[in-house]
């Protein structure tokens, strides 16, 4: 098992900048990749960006230029740092690993944007 924490979000103004956190612990080495979710109310949920053991990233078209999802190693929290954050980024997001079975999702934290 996987277990994902997530930490950092909170009210920011429009133009800020967030930095989330995403801790793993437990049978790390089952995952292949790692990546963030979000999912605004009333909204499908949205793949934002992912990063790769290898360090490959993809980002949502929504989000690139803005947004920056890095690691250091598979042993050390991944992060998505938000830069020039506008209203409508307000969401839900969530951790997610990807494993060769089994996909495991952290329990998401509140990003919000006020304009």
């Known amino acids: 098992q996987v277990q994902l924490v997530e930490s950092g979000g909170g009210l920011v103004q429009a133009g800020g900048s967030l930095r989330l956190s995403c801790a793993a612990s437990?049978?790390?080495?089952?995952?292949?990749?790692m990546g963030w979710y979000r999912q605004a109310p009333g909204k499908r949920r949205e793949l934002v960006a992912t990063?790769?053991?290898?360090?490959?990233?993809n980002y949502a078209e929504s989000v690139k230029g803005r947004f920056t999802i890095s690691r250091d190693n598979a042993r050390t929290p991944v992060y998505l740092q938000m830069n020039s954050l506008k209203p409508e980024d307000t969401a839900v997001y969530y951790c997610?690993?990807?494993?060769?079975?089994?996909?495991?999702w952290g329990q998401g934290t509140q990003v919000t944007v006020s304009s």
């Open positions: 997610v690993g990807w494993g060769p079975n089994k996909n495991y």
């Open positions: 437990g049978s790390i080495f089952s995952i292949n990749a």
């Open positions: 990063i790769t053991n290898s360090g490959n990233t």
